[in-house]
């Protein structure tokens, strides 16, 4: 869990005094687009009117609007579990902004029992994320959630 442990500690110290989701979320994507190897774009979407909008992102572009129970982040964020996906391509409903992304894992953000949004993490490696990234990616969500409610 080394990059992931580099990375917490940055947050935490990014996330010091500022409860802002915006600014919060901004200063999460950039330190995840700099520590992880082997990622093509990683980006934080809020839960607004029932859909998950595009906030703060490095990398590919993404979509700006997407719909609860379509593709990867739609699925996870209803079922408030991280969803891991060794290959999009088999994945249903997959959205694909390009052809670049072939694996990717997505965590919900969760407040106070509430969906909040979610993180997006994408690949362009087939079987990129194991285990190891499922923890470290929700303890990237919960240090973030956290410092929302410091």
Known sequence: MLPYDDLLTDLKGLYEGERDPIA????????IWQ????INGDSCYFHKGGELVLGPFHGELAYVRIALG???CGTAAPGKKAVVVLDVHKFPSHIACGSVSNSEIVVPLIRNRRLIGV???????????AEADRIGSEAVAAAYVAALNA
Do not use: E, M
């Open 24 to 31: 919060n979320a901004a200063n999460t994507a950039a330190p």
């Open 35 to 38: 520590h992880l190897p082997d």
């Open 70 to 72: 379509k593709g990867v």
């Open 119 to 129: 993180l997006d993490i994408d690949s362009p490696s087939l079987d990129r994320f």
